[in-house]
């Protein structure tokens, strides 16, 4: 059996970009504003507002907001301080977290 644990609820205005290492439980990200990019080896996922991505082995992955955007690791993007959004002005939100084991 498996419980959820969500890691983040990150919403973000400027262009950004995070690496994930690999990990031992699966992992997701759901994208609910705009557009984002997954990139896993060499294979490459546009993301739209709605996509759900999971990654049942828990794969080391990029995701971006745009292409050829810089990355920076998971937990220095979370613990960046984000620029507030503007009034008006549009931003990725982005949900990510993994599953992890009930412990017994």
């Not at 994930?20 to 996922?45: I, S």
């Not at 739209?48 to 049942?56: A, E, H, T």
């Not at 745009?66 to 008006?88: C, H, M, N, W, Y």
Request: net charge neutral.
């Amino acid at each position: 059996m498996a419980e959820g644990l969500l890691l983040a609820r990150t919403q973000m205005a400027d262009r950004w970009g995070f690496e994930v290492d690999q990990r031992r439980h699966p992992v997701f990200h759901f994208l609910m504003e705009r557009r984002a990019v997954l990139h896993q080896g060499d294979t490459r996922v546009e993301l739209s507002v709605g996509d759900v991505v999971i990654l049942p082995q828990g794969s080391g992955h990029k995701v971006v907001r745009e292409q050829g955007a810089e990355t920076i690791a998971l937990s220095d993007f979370l613990a960046k301080e984000p620029r507030p959004v503007r009034s008006g002005e549009r931003a990725d939100l982005l949900y990510c977290g993994n599953s992890c084991p009930r412990a017994t």
